[in-house]
C-alpha cells in the first residue's frame, strides 16, 4: 500500500510525525505537507507566486518527505500531478491539531486536503483530534491505520472522502465509533481594531464556539459523547430538492 500523508499544520507537526511513525510499518509512506501552519486555508491554490518544493529529510525507515510553501491544497496537488511519487493508494490528511466537526470542514485546510484527493479519483482520509492543548494522537494515528485497510478492502463511492475526528482521550477511555452526519458548528466572532506603523487599521479576529443543538447521530454529539466519529463527505454541494421548485420561478 502506498499512503500519501499531509496536512495543514504544517510538516513539523506533531500530529503528522504520529501518523508516519503509524503508516510506516504498514505502508509505503511519502509525506508532502506545507512548510508552515496553513489552518483554515479551505481549498486554496496558489496561483499568484511560485510553489517552492524542498526534500525534507525524515529520520523515519521507509519515509520520503516533501516541504511545500503553499497550502494543503497546492501539497495533494503537486504529490499527484508532478513526478515526486508514484500514485497512492490512499490520502491520509491530519492529524489535525483541534477537531473538524460539523460547519468547520467548510473552513478546514485538513479536510480539504482530503478532498483535493478525492477530486483526483484517490481514497481520501482527514483525521483530527478534538484537543487544543496536552495533544496525544497515539489513538487517533492508530485508528487512521485501522481505517484506511478497512478503506482500501471497502472503497467507497467515487468522489467521497471521510472526516474521522478522535476525542483527546486515552484508548481505553474512547467509547467506541460513530458514523455520523456533520453538525453545527457555530462562533461569535470578534474583531479587533489595530493600527499598523503607517497608520492603516487592521483586525485581528477572534470568537468564542456558540453552543448549537445537535443530533444524536452528528460528529458534533458523537465526540463530545467521547466517541470517534466517521463521516463520509462528498462534495455534490446541489440542493436538489429546491430545483424543481425554482423551475417555476419567472426568470
Known amino acids: 500500500m502506498r499512503v500519501l500523508l499531509t496536512n495543514d499544520d504544517g510538516i513539523h507537526s506533531a500530529g503528522i510525525q504520529a501518523l508516519w511513525q503509524q503508516f510506516s510499518s504498514v505502508a ?79 473552513y478546514s485546510g485538513t479536510v480539504s486536503a482530503a478532498i483535493e484527493g478525492a477530486l483526483h479519483g484517490i481514497p481520501a482520509i482527514a483525521v483530527s483530534l478534538d484537543a487544543r492543548e496536552n495533544f496525544d494522537f497515539t489513538a487517533a494515528a492508530q485508528f487512521a491505520v485501522t481505517l484506511a485497510r478497512q478503506f482500501i478492502q471497502n472503497p467507497l463511492p467515487p468522489r467521497t472522502l471521510l472526516n474521522v475526528n478522535v476525542p483527546a482521550l486515552p484508548p481505553d477511555q474512547i467509547a467506541g465509533v460513530s458514523i455520523t452526519k456533520l453538525g453545527r458548528r457555530e462562533y461569535r466572532n470578534a474583531f479587533h481594531p489595530h493600527q499598523d506603523p503607517r497608520g492603516r487599521i487592521y483586525y485581528w479576529m477572534s470568537g468564542e464556539i456558540v453552543d448549537c443543538d445537535n443530533e444524536p447521530d452528528t460528529d458534533v454529539a458523537a465526540v463530545k459523547a467521547g466517541r470517534i466519529s466517521v463521516t463520509p463527505i462528498h462534495f455534490d454541494l446541489t440542493k436538489y430538492n429546491l430545483m424543481d421548485a425554482l423551475t417555476s420561478w419567472k426568470l
Open 28 to 106: 509505503e509512506v511519502t509525506v508532502v505537507a506545507p512548510d508552515s501552519e496553513k489552518s483554515a486555508t479551505s481549498q486554496a491554490i496558489t496561483v499568484h507566486q511560485p510553489i517552492y518544493v524542498d526534500e525534507q529529510v525524515i529520520e523515519q525507515a521507509g519515509v520520503r518527505g516533501w516541504r511545500v510553501v503553499g497550502t494543503p491544497t497546492d501539497c495533494v496537488k503537486i504529490a499527484l500531478e508532478t513526478n515526486i511519487m508514484e500514485p497512492p493508494d490512499l490520502i491520509v490528511s491530519g492529524i489535525n491539531h483541534g477537531p473538524n466537526i460539523g460547519t468547520d470542514v467548510l
